[in-house]
């Protein structure tokens, strides 16, 4: 009864460096999204995924890229690591149709650039 | 897009209600949800309140809704210190049925 997993919890990078933030459920949900959560700022839709092999962008695309090869698994990939984009993101799924669930969230990667 | 919007901060005694307003911008969205956030966590869904329905009851929370102001309303009865934590509100927009976030309210209880 896993839910949404995110790896890892925590990363530290150096400007310009690349990671790929690792999302994956088990509740063959078709919808997955990545948000940015920073202070005072809520949640920004970064990229998301309607099935395997859909992805398209959401309102702060740049400086991502994501990939949907599987139902199970939507990786988030930074290129070249700025500051701007220490944050802590979440991963999230959800089934269309099924409203009343909502979306169910991982626990999050908190992301430090220096 | 348009801003789904909260106040920023609440603070209640612990035993009073507290009511957490949020304005959203999509009139044909159809689902519209509450969620938690303690520290350190993620997000927690709490409720949710179809378009077709002006209020919805479960036991603390009663969600009120307001379609043709575009406002919601939580409501936590008997608030308590376990209740202290950020309140998003979010809408379910367009045909991708992406979820807008409001910036959250920081909600404080005082014993």
């Known amino acids: 009864n896993a839910g949404v997993t995110q790896t890892p919890k925590f990363q530290v990078l150096k400007t310009g460096q690349s990671m790929t933030l690792q999302c994956a459920q088990d509740?063959?949900?078709?919808?997955m999204s990545w948000y940015r959560q920073d202070p005072g700022m809520g949640l920004r839709l970064i990229h998301y995924?309607?099935?395997?092999?859909?992805?398209d962008q959401g309102e702060v695309p740049n400086g991502y890229n994501v990939s949907r090869s599987t139902t199970e698994d939507f990786p988030l990939r930074l290129l070249s690591a700025a500051p701007s984009q220490t944050s802590v993101y979440f991963c999230?799924?959800?089934?269309?149709?099924?409203?009343?669930?909502?979306?169910?969230f991982g626990s999050g990667t908190r992301l430090t650039v220096v | 897009g348009e801003d789904v919007e909260q106040s920023l901060f609440l603070s209640v005694r612990e035993g009073d209600s507290s009511v957490i307003n949020c304005t959203y911008t999509?009139?044909?969205?159809?689902?519209l949800y509450w969620y938690k956030q303690e520290p350190g966590a993620g997000l927690q869904l709490l409720t949710y309140?179809?378009?077709?329905?002006d209020m919805k009851q479960d036991q603390r929370l009663t969600v009120l809704l307001n379609k043709k102001d575009k406002h919601l309303s939580l409501r936590i009865a008997d608030t308590q210190t376990g209740d202290s934590a950020i309140y998003f509100c979010?809408?379910?927009?367009?045909?991708?049925?992406?979820?807008?976030f409001g910036k959250g309210t920081k909600l404080s209880v005082k014993p």
């Open positions: 999230a799924s959800s089934r269309p149709g099924q409203g009343r669930n909502g979306y169910t």
């Open positions: 509740m063959n949900h078709e919808y």
């Open positions: 995924s309607v099935g395997a092999g859909i992805t």
């Open positions: 999509d009139s044909s969205s159809t689902y």
């Open positions: 309140i179809f378009s077709n329905m």
């Open positions: 979010a809408e379910k927009r367009g045909s991708q049925g992406n979820l807008i």
